[in-house]
């Protein structure tokens, strides 16, 4: 196989990793296996998929240099679009089907529920991100002002975790081990930025 | 999602009583030896089908909801934090035999066994509404006995203001407990009046079956005005107290979950609204009602009171 038919085989499980989540919950959607609860259940696995694939978003740029295969980051923008559309769902669920458009109810859970808020606040982060990702915005913005933007996931993933930690009823257990993976990925981030800064002069 | 129904059987169910129940794919818990004799001379003739109860007046005539939701989603830590971790773990729970400890202040104070804590009270049949803290709700036919005609025989004093009741603790039965997710044993409370009201009620079986597991067996609390956690389950100890109780969840949450706890849409929980509610089995929530519409016989209970603050 050459080369440009392995890239497009790889990109293709890639693609279809991300969609699987959503095509099992159709499945089970579709045969009445979401428990006695359907409603409550998609939102919340929409929800746990969404958190994932930004996490792993978030995975990539440190997996790309420690493995040194910098090829790995052109699933970045893949994985960050599947992480939206999941949220996506997740907001259009509890809109439709739990609070079927109950415009006065959500705008007070959106005021009053901090769980909320911070989970609003986290989808209206990503909307300018998912809006850049296609080619034609990144070359306008230019990769510099493109990156720039797209480290607000530094702020949107902590604050999905937290959406999910204030949610939680007993168990933080879950929450929190989602929180130390991306305490993890982004202490990495910052050791890769003060080494390189400490570096930069001593080169200079 | 290999099992899907809780009643099930396992193993840990085989017992010779298995061998003339007719329904046995149904029985998943079974009942104390006493609870035969609990619904008189007629109970070991109905135990062919399940059990029968009387029916009641205080019985609601909404349409009950599905049996395999009752019992296959569950909020019983227990046995696992998902709602569907219950139905999947509660066969290993050994629900017979089953001894209940009376203390505190009353006249007759002792550990006795199930069989003789129900005996003599005819079961009834309660179909009531069951309202979750979580916002969702159904409608249970419970089979039980009210617990005031439970209570009256061990003679509480008049130092008797609340009763105290506490979970078994078991964790080699129970695997939830081996974290701890919450202060175990699970302990509830109510006061005395709210005990002996007639709502209130010691269920023992549901839709015509001895209790499933999942659901508390084999007795567990019905408090039907109360968000759901307070009718606690497997209940092995019950306690006339002077002092108002600690109970589990008051203690792992303080701010968000009161010792009353009465059903009231006007009293968000610190997380969410409690104004509506979904039905399992329904697709539209529908408005949360005070006291879950049992106002008409329980708010006398509280009048004078500051239910905003005694939340
Ligand atoms: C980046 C954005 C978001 C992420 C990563 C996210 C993630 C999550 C996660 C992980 C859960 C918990 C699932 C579980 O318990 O298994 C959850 C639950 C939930 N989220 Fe979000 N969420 C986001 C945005 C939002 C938004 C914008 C809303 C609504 C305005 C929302 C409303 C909810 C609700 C209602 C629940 C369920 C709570 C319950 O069932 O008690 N989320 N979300």
């Known amino acids: ?204 | 999602m290999l099992i899907r129904h809780g009643g099930d059987l396992t193993e840990n169910d085989v017992t010779p009583r298995d061998v003339y129940l007719r329904r046995r794919d149904f029985m998943s818990g079974l009942i104390g030896g006493g609870l035969a004799l609990a619904g008189g001379a007629t109970a070991g003739a109905e135990a062919a089908t399940g059990l029968k109860g009387i029916a009641s007046p205080y019985s609601t005539k909404e349409t009950p909801t599905g049996r395999a939701d009752i019992t296959g989603y569950n909020n019983f830590y227990e046995f696992g934090l998902d709602k569907e971790d219950p139905a999947r773990n509660a066969g290993s729970l050994k629900a017979s035999p089953w001894t209940v400890k009376i203390d505190g202040h009353c006249n007759k104070p002792g550990t006795y066994d199930i069989g003789d804590f129900l005996r003599g009270n005819p079961l009834q049949q309660r179909i009531y509404r069951l309202r979750c803290v979580e916002g969702w709700s159904m409608v249970i036919p419970w089979l039980g006995v009210p617990l005031a005609d439970l209570l009256k025989k061990y003679e509480p004093t008049s130092k008797a203001k609340f009763v105290a009741f506490e979970t078994l603790y078991r964790p080699s039965e129970m695997p939830g407990q081996r974290r701890a997710v919450l202060d175990w044993p699970y302990r509830e409370g109510l006061r005395i009046d709210e005990a002996m009201h007639p709502l209130t009620i010691m269920a023992v079986g549901l839709y015509g079956e001895s209790l499933p597991n999942q659901n508390g067996a084999p007795m567990r609390l019905v408090v039907p005005w109360k968000y759901g956690f307070k009718s606690i389950k497997s209940v092995v100890r019950i306690s006339f107290v002077e002092k108002q109780p600690r109970t589990a969840w008051n203690d792992s949450a303080p701010q968000e979950y009161g010792f009353y706890s009465n059903v009231n849409p006007t009293v968000d929980h610190p997380r969410w609204s409690q104004a509506s509610e979904r039905r399992i089995g329904e697709f539209r929530r529908r408005e949360t009602l005070m006291f879950n519409g049992y106002g008409g016989q329980v708010a006398g209970l509280y009048s004078g009171m500051d239910l905003k603050k005694n939340f």
């Open chain 1, 1 to 204: 196989m050459d080369r440009r038919a392995l890239d497009r085989l790889v990109y293709g499980l890639v693609w279809l990793a991300c969609f699987a989540p959503l095509l099992w919950l159709a499945w089970r959607g579709f045969n009445n296996d979401l428990g006695a609860n359907p409603i409550d259940k998609l939102i919340r696995e929409l929800g746990v998929w969404g958190l994932r694939l930004l996490i792993v978003g978030l995975a990539i740029t440190p997996l790309a240099r420690i493995l040194k295969q910098p090829r790995l980051i052109r699933f970045r923008r893949t994985v960050g679009l599947f992480a939206f559309a999941y949220v996506l769902l997740h907001l259009t669920n509890y809109v439709v089907t739990d609070q079927w458009f109950d415009w006065a109810a959500i705008g007070k859970d959106i005021l009053k529920r901090p769980f909320i808020t911070v989970g609003m606040a986290a989808f209206v982060l990503l909307v300018p991100l998912a809006v850049t990702s296609t080619n034609w915005a990144l070359r306008k913005l230019g990769p510099v002002r493109w990156r720039k933007l797209h480290r607000l996931t530094y702020l949107i993933v902590p604050l999905g975790v937290i959406h999910y930690l204030m949610l939680v009823k007993a168990d933080h257990q879950p929450p929190l081990i989602y929180g130390a993976i991306v305490a993890l990925l982004l202490g990495w981030r910052m050791w890769e930025a003060t080494r390189k800064r400490i570096n930069r002069p001593a080169r200079g």
